[in-house]
Nanobody, 116 residues
Framework: QLQASGGGLVQAGGSLRLSCAAS????????MGWYRQAPGKQRELVAR???????NYADSVKGRFAISRDNAKKTVYLQMDGLRPEDTAVYYC????????????WGQGTKVTVSS
């Protein structure tokens, strides 16, 4: 129900924009977010956004990344600027979706590689 896109290879200092669209039988979408998992590391929160647009970020990305959402399009975005090699990871979107009940969904992941 979540399809992520926008990953790729970029040089340090560059930018990428990730998108994640929800589809299917959806009555409402609650919090949405982005997480990432680097090789050999645990999955970690990057940014989250509430249905009202309140955001929170990992300290490591504050000032460089911006999360936003378009409720009409059922899509969450992650604008990543000033990318660093340590941002290299697979990025996963996450959303709380109400269909017949509230459930937590994950996208398939999109790989971001930042070269030095």
């Amino acid at each position: 129900q979540l399809q992520a896109s926008g990953g790729g290879l970029v040089q340090a200092g560059g930018s990428l924009r990730l998108s994640c669209a929800a589809s299917g039988s959806i009555f409402s979408i609650g919090d949405m977010g982005w997480y990432r998992q680097a090789p050999g590391k645990q999955r970690e929160l990057v940014a989250r956004i509430t249905i009202n647009g309140k955001t929170n970020y990992a300290d490591s990305v504050k000032g460089r990344f911006a999360i936003s959402r378009d409720n009409a399009k059922k899509t969450v975005y992650l604008q990543m600027d000033g990318l660093r090699p340590e941002d290299t990871a697979v990025y996963y979107c996450n959303a709380a979706i109400y269909s017949r009940s509230w459930n937590d969904y994950w996208g398939q992941g999109t790989k971001v590689t930042v070269s030095s």
